[in-house]
């Protein structure tokens, strides 16, 4: 037994020192106690390059958008490169039949041409940790819900302690499971221009068929403009406002990367789960995941079968196939990558050293050591609340477009039945979004049959206990048909033309046609009942998982002092390092980590809405008119590949190489990798980055716009490059075994 304790924890350390640089997300405040293992990968930064309060550094440039997305300075005038797909919005709100930007792309020649947008973007300016103030007085031991309500009592006293100014942001978001908290204060710069987009089959080359996929193809970004007021203070639009003077813009890298390149990303990732125990991860695997791909394989089977036999139905339906595809796959690719790299078998190894060293500590068992257990029971508690709630939140709210639509009239009652004035001002949004989210791929004869095939899973594999006895009946004596019978023939939620009626009655006979409506009172009971059945104790195990979770992750930055710990994402500023390369999916397959131009032409369909190519680009493809921005052996790069972990709100995150010059634009992740978000395996997990030659290509050979170009700041870093830095940054980086 002895012999193999040693080997284990010898092994455990070394594993959880190797997973320190790739797949951790860093608060770019503590870059310090990474900065080594940065420079041993190759960066040729110091950490006070990178994040700075005294200083303009490399945080000042990286910018998050008021969507959740990513974008940067590229300029000392304000200019903003992100997503194609984070821009998509602002686009779509300014086009119009005579100027459709969308479709055909934009390039402002001048600042005068530059349009508004609604669209703020947001500057941070400090991150401060205030865990020792929020937490003050506050017990481990305390009751869940009593502990976050003193938590929050703490938070809401600090920030009204802080001196209010327009446009200044506070926020206190906690990390580590709520066991640390930072301040994070940024600036709102609201008055934001569209300055240029390509044409939609080049920002959205490959549509939702190559979401996720490997190889891309896709010139995923927009460019936008901040602009100030006076002393380059932020302001609301005026049209004599001036470009905004950053504290630090990026360079531009002509020379590209290579494979094993240092790169890093900063940016704004969204929600990311990686301390899951085996017990949760089991769980998403073989229940959670299997049961809402059960939901979308049904939805899509009927589909198929009506698109196969009608064109015009197969273009209709395309869009909303396509995106209920995308996350179907997304769901199969995490659980099978889940049960390919064992994360249940590697999260139990690790919680059986976690549990050895808490009792092999008198005082940390006493403090610690029901905390596994207790969990587990809470995890299997949770199971059946858990599962079927992903059921009944996909099939009530997602797949069906009468119960889409359901939801919609809900929302818009709700808010109408407890505000009067809310009907006149939620109204338009309400029918707006109802015509161009839903009806315009709405089609009933075969969003019927979806529905009835649903119900029919849903009453069988839906606990009973969730059911409302009333519904239950009508299923069992009339049968699932009869329901969307009623639905469908009866209600306003089958028939599109009475439907738009409804937004053009006065506030009360909306309410009452609401609450008359058979179809809508039908679902609403059922919806109503399980939420109370189901999701309310859900949310209260909810809170005692959290809870345990919470000293969970206290516990092991505790025992695991040979660990250096990142937070889960939550939408603040992190930095990820890694290095460019490609991956093997499979067994004989191997996936190079670049894309180029012919490509595009390989993927080519004529007249298609996702691989449709402008003539222009075939022009310039076809005459290898690439400009200055060809890759050394004559080539165009369009994406590539790197081990940095991403996740929702990166997108538009600037990729840049060890000097800190920018080399593409991050915007996806690999399918076969995608349960990085909870298990991130180096060899599989990639990200997916437009290269920011092919960016400046489209700009300046298909656009036109030199402006633009001029206005960048180029270099060649390892044109130029004559010495390496210092030795300390070039250490030898062990590479051990992964767990």
């Known amino acids: 037994m002895k012999r193999f304790l040693l080997p284990f924890a010898l092994f455990l350390f070394l594993t959880l020192h190797a997973q320190k640089g790739e797949g951790g997300m860093w608060p770019p405040n503590t870059i310090d106690r990474i900065i080594d293992d940065m420079q041993a990968m190759g960066l040729q930064l110091d950490a006070g390059d990178i994040w700075n309060t005294n200083k303009p550094a490399l945080k000042d440039a990286v910018v998050q958008l008021g969507n959740g997305c990513t974008g940067e300075f590229v300029s000392d005038k304000g200019l903003v490169f992100t997503n194609h797909h984070c821009g998509y919005d602002a686009i779509v709100s300014v086009s119009t039949l005579e100027h459709n930007y969308l479709k055909d792309g934009f390039w402002a020649r001048s600042f005068d041409e530059e349009i508004p947008v609604d669209l703020s973007i947001y500057v941070v300016n400090d991150i401060r940790d205030v865990t020792e103030q929020i937490l003050q007085g506050v017990p481990d031991t305390l009751e869940p819900r009593k502990r ?81 007021g006076p002393g380059n203070q932020p302001a609301e639009y005026k049209k004599d406002n001036k470009p905004f003077r950053p504290a630090r813009f990026l360079k531009i890298s002509l020379d590209g990367v290579a494979p094993q390149d240092f790169v890093m990303i900063m940016g704004f990732p969204g929600r990311t789960n990686e301390y899951l125990t085996s017990y949760a991860v089991k769980q998403i695997q073989d229940l959670r995941d299997p049961a809402r791909v059960a939901v979308r394989e049904r939805t899509l089977g009927i589909m198929d079968k009506f698109m196969k036999q009608d064109p015009a139905l197969k273009l209709k339906l395309a869009s909303k196939h396509a995106s209920l595809a995308n996350y179907w796959k997304f769901w199969i690719g995490e659980s099978k990558g889940l049960k390919k790299f064992r994360a249940v078998e590697a999260k139990e190894k690790f919680e059986k050293e976690f549990q050895r060293r808490i009792d092999a500590d008198p005082a940390r068992k006493a403090k610690y050591g029901n905390v596994l257990p207790e969990l587990k029971k809470l995890y299997a508690q949770i199971e059946k609340y858990q599962v079927a709630a992903d059921m009944h939140r996909e099939i009530f709210y997602r797949n069906a477009d009468a119960l889409k639509i359901y939801s919609v009239l809900i929302s818009l009652y709700s808010r109408t039945k407890a505000d009067k004035k809310a009907f006149k001002r939620y109204r338009n949004d309400y029918a707006g979004y109802l015509e161009n989210d839903i009806l315009k791929s709405y089609a009933p004869q075969v969003d019927k049959e979806i529905f009835a095939s649903l119900m029919q899973l849903y009453v069988k594999k839906i606990p009973k206990e969730f059911i409302s006895p009333q519904f239950l009946k009508i299923v069992e004596t009339q049968g699932t048909d009869f329901l969307a019978r009623v639905v469908y023939e009866k209600s306003v939620l089958g028939k599109p033309d009475e439907l738009r009626k409804l937004f053009k009655l006065s506030r009360n006979k909306f309410l009452k046609a609401i609450e008359n409506d058979p179809g809508i009172g039908l679902i609403n009971g059922q919806d109503v009942y399980f939420r109370q059945k189901a999701m309310m104790p859900m949310h209260r195990l909810q809170e005692k998982i959290d809870h345990y979770m919470r000293l969970y992750v206290k516990a092991q930055m505790e025992v695991f002092p040979e660990k250096v710990f990142a937070p889960d994402a939550n939408f603040t500023m992190r930095v990820s390092y890694g290095s460019v390369r490609g991956y093997k999916p499979r067994d004989a397959v191997v996936y190079k980590p670049f894309t180029h131009l012919y490509g595009v032409m390989e993927k080519y369909v004529p007249g298609d809405p996702e691989f449709d190519v402008p003539p222009k680009l075939i022009e310039l493809y076809e005459k290898r008119d690439y400009g200055p921005y060809k890759n050394i052996d004559g080539t165009l790069v369009t994406d590539w590949l790197a081990t940095c972990h991403i996740t929702g709100g990166n997108s538009g995150s600037p990729t840049m190489d060890a000097f800190g010059n920018l080399v593409g634009l991050a915007f996806d992740g690999v399918w076969e990798g995608v349960m990085e978000d909870i298990y991130y395996r180096p060899e599989i997990s990639r990200s997916i980055i437009v290269d920011i030659r092919y960016v400046l290509f489209v700009i300046d050979k298909y656009g036109g716009a030199k402006n633009i170009i001029k206005e960048l700041t180029i270099v060649h870093p390892k044109k130029h490059q004559s010495t390496p830095r210092p030795s300390r940054f070039n250490k030898p980086r062990p590479r051990v075994p992964q767990m």
């Open 148 to 228: 976050q309500s003193l938590v929050d009592k703490h938070i809401d006293a600090y920030l009204k302690k802080l001196p209010e100014k327009k446009f200044k942001r506070y926020q206190i978001k906690p990390f580590f499971k709520g066991n640390k908290y930072y301040l994070i204060v940024s600036t709102e710069y609201p008055d934001v221009r569209l300055v240029g987009t390509p044409a939609e089959s080049i920002g959205k080359f490959g549509g939702d068929t190559d979401n996720w996929m490997w190889p891309r193809h896709t010139g995923d970004f927009s460019i936008f403009r901040v602009y100030a």
